[in-house]
């Protein structure tokens, strides 16, 4: 088992930015990444996804133009910045890896989890 270890999660006013990362024992150009997030009572939802050479990303539109996903250089760490932060953001974030080549937001598709990181946005 790839233990997934994710950071960054805080509380935070709305209107404000907080950036989450993600490390693993394993190589994040050889995955398909992404991020969740599980509010209480609601279903996980995805959030941002990246392929494994970082060509393609995508975000749900709940967070497009808000959020964004990327990789560093190295490819060993994973971001989500969040922007504009809004009170219904607030969730336990979960990083994922996924063999898959293409983008997915589908939480099948993903074999590693991390244990999350709580975001709380206050109004």
């Known amino acids: 088992q790839v233990q997934v270890v994710e950071s960054g999660g805080r509380s935070v006013q709305a209107g404000g930015s907080l950036r989450l990362s993600c490390t693993a024992a394993l190589s994040f150009d050889d995955y398909t990444m992404a991020w969740f997030r599980q509010a209480p009572g609601m279903r996980r939802e995805g959030v941002a996804c990246?392929?494994?050479?970082?060509?393609?990303?995508r975000t749900s539109g709940s967070v497009k133009g808000r959020f964004t996903i990327s990789k560093n250089n190295d490819g060993n760490t994973l971001y989500l910045q969040m922007n504009n932060l809004r009170p219904s953001d607030t969730a336990m974030y979960y990083c994922?890896?996924?063999?898959?080549?293409?983008?997915?937001?589908?939480?099948?598709?993903?074999?590693?989890w991390g244990q999350g990181t709580q975001v709380t946005v206050s109004s």
């Open positions: 990246i392929s494994k050479q970082s060509n393609y990303a």
């Open positions: 994922a890896a996924s063999r898959y080549q293409f983008c997915s937001l589908d939480e099948p598709d993903f074999v590693y």
